[in-house]
């Protein structure tokens, strides 16, 4: 069974541009969840989607969204790039949520690098 | 708010050695409780959780967590480390509602074996 596969693995970016992050969960699972990881401020939650809605959502400014496809498929999205959204983007799934397995399943990160 | 506390942010044993990671949690309700282990360059990978019940959780790759209630700790333990545990280690809390939960991750433990 494939794990949880994000693209892409690198990117170089400047300040003011956009990105989008991508992420496929494992097959069956509804659940995407998306976290920021710094050295500064550790694992934040970003937000997450399940059947295509957005149940939750982290302490993030609106530059951050996201939106979740029909297959489950995710995509996140930040406009406005500044120097503090360098971080290593982590996607995550599970079946429901993470309340009901106890368990999320995590991709390997997108590490985005402002200049 | 619910908030995570690990107290060591980096600890060094000896190959052989015995190890226990502090976790500190603030939750007001039941908590749900998580290890998630992080190589470098990779994503995280669940250890062991806790849900409801036996308070002493076996996990993969030798480790066990012990809650408490009473002093608001999930200690993690192994008897015997091996140099492959070297990495960084995270406690998480699940928080939200049911079904529509987050992780608010502690920052880290990073763990380094000596031989």
């Known amino acids: 069974k494939a794990g949880v596969t994000q693209t892409p693995r690198y990117l170089i970016k400047t300040r003011g541009q956009q990105v989008t992050l991508s992420c496929s969960p494992i097959?069956?699972?509804?659940?995407v969840s998306w976290y920021q990881q710094t050295p500064g401020q550790g694992l934040q939650f970003l937000f997450e989607y399940f059947s295509e809605t957005q149940r939750n959502k982290g302490n993030f400014p609106g530059r951050f969204s996201g939106r979740q496809f029909s297959n489950s498929r995710s995509e996140m999205n930040v406009s406005t790039l500044e120097l503090g959204d360098s971080a290593l983007y982590l996607c995550?799934?599970?079946?429901?949520?993470?309340?009901?397995?106890?368990?999320?399943?995590f991709g390997e990160g997108s590490r985005l690098t402002v200049l | 708010a619910q908030s995570v506390t690990q107290p060591d942010i980096h600890i060094t044993v000896s190959e052989g050695a015995s190890l226990e990671l502090r976790c500190n949690y603030s939750y007001g309700a039941t908590p749900y409780l998580f290890w998630y282990v992080q190589s470098p360059g990779q994503g995280l990978q669940l250890l062991l959780k806790?849900?409801?019940?036996?308070?002493l959780v076996q996990g993969i790759k030798g480790f066990e967590a012990e809650f408490k209630r009473s002093q608001s700790s999930f200690n993690l333990r192994k008897p015997s480390v091996h140099w492959s545990d070297a990495a960084e280690y995270f406690c998480?809390?699940?928080?939200?509602?049911?079904?529509?939960?987050?992780?608010?991750f502690g920052q880290g433990t990073r763990l380094t074996i000596n031989p």
């Open positions: 806790y849900f409801s019940g036996d308070t």
């Open positions: 998480a809390v699940g928080a939200g509602i049911q079904g529509a939960q987050k992780l608010v």
């Open positions: 995550a799934s599970s079946l429901i949520g993470v309340a009901d397995t106890g368990e999320l399943f």
């Open positions: 097959s069956g699972h509804r659940s």
